[in-house]
């Protein structure tokens, strides 16, 4: 079964990266994007059955390894 974990940094926590990317766009001429968030992105093939045991292998994977609790929010969608 397949997983996919969305890591993004929190609300809260500025983004040096998502603000460079946005300048180089406003410098482009896409004047209408506002701002901008990097994130991370993940796909698990995870050797489960059900759909709930996939979401919650997922999660705990996501929580314990993949993210920064303190700093970072995720989110995950199984296939």
């Known amino acids: 079964m397949k997983a996919r974990v ?3 940094l929190k609300p809260s926590v500025f983004d040096p ?5 946005a300048e180089a766009l406003h410098s482009l001429g896409y004047g ?4 901008v968030r990097q994130g991370k992105y993940f796909e ?3 050797k ?3 759909t709930g045991a996939a979401q919650k ?3 705990d994977v996501a ?3 993949l993210a920064n609790p303190v700093i ?4 995950v969608e199984v296939a």
């Open 44 to 46: 698990l093939d995870l």
């Open 32 to 35: 209408d994007v506002g701002d």
């Open 57 to 59: 292998l997922a999660e």
């Open 72 to 75: 970072e929010s995720f989110r």
């Open 48 to 50: 489960v059955t059900s």
């Open 17 to 21: 990266q998502g603000q460079t990317i």
């Open 6 to 8: 969305f890591v993004t």
């Open 63 to 65: 929580n314990r390894v």
